[in-house]
């Protein structure tokens, strides 16, 4: 679903803006990367262009199906959840997450990626912080001001960033720890 926003020069990617942050820690010329809950693929199509091949993995068949259209031939799109996925210890020399650690028991996933990675591998994420809403309110109302204005100078700057695959929107995540 190609999503259109009311005011377009507040619509940006704010998952795009941090994917330049993550791949900022993939070395060129890796070799195996692993993108936990790919979505719609757009950083694994990044990471892409950095390493031999990635993994992109997603336990959301739409999301898969997506990921599917968009990524180039060293990406392999996996159905699977990460917390039962097989993985083979040792055997990704990074691991990128955008905005889904958050949706796992923590300590368990970190578990697997930690045994999924070489020594001295690196594991990149970006997930969101358990929020305490009555206590957070008014840093949550700043943030989201903040959001659409970074987006408005990024658009008058020039520098728009939009998603390059159709933007689908994640379905809800069913998580034992946090919605
Ligand atoms: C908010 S979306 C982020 C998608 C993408 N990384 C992005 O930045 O656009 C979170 C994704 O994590 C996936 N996910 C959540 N729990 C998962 C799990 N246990 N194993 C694999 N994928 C998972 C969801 O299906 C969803 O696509």
Redesign the pocket.
């Known amino acids: 679903m190609l999503e259109r926003h009311p005011w377009p020069v507040l619509a940006w990617d704010h998952?795009a803006y941090y994917h330049r942050l993550l791949l900022r820690h993939v070395p060129a010329g890796t070799g195996r990367v692993l993108d936990?809950?790919?979505?719609?693929g757009?950083?694994a199509s990044k990471a892409a262009l950095r390493a031999a091949h990635v993994d992109a993995?997603?336990?959301?068949p739409v999301?898969v199906q997506a990921a599917r259209q968009v990524v180039p031939t060293n990406v392999t799109c996996v159905l699977?959840?990460?917390?039962d996925h097989p993985l083979v210890p040792g055997s990704y020399d990074a691991i990128v997450s955008?905005?889904?650690l958050h949706?796992?028991p923590l300590a368990p996933a970190l578990s697997r990626l930690a045994t999924a990675l070489r020594p001295g591998g690196v594991l990149a994420a970006v997930a969101l912080p358990r929020i305490d809403l009555p206590r957070e309110v008014p840093v949550e109302l700043a943030a989201t001001a903040y959001h659409h204005l970074l987006g408005a100078a990024l658009t008058v700057t020039g520098h728009p960033l939009r998603a390059e695959a159709p933007v689908l929107q994640?379905r809800p995540?069913l998580s034992s720890t946090q919605s």
Do not use: T, Y
């Not at 936990?36 to 719609?40: E, F, L, P």
């Not at 993995?57 to 959301?60: F, I, S």
């Not at 699977?80 to 917390?83: E, K, P, Q, S």
């Open positions: 998952n936990v809950g790919c979505g719609a757009s950083l993995l997603d336990r959301d999301m699977a959840d990460i917390l955008m905005s889904a949706h796992l994640s995540c």
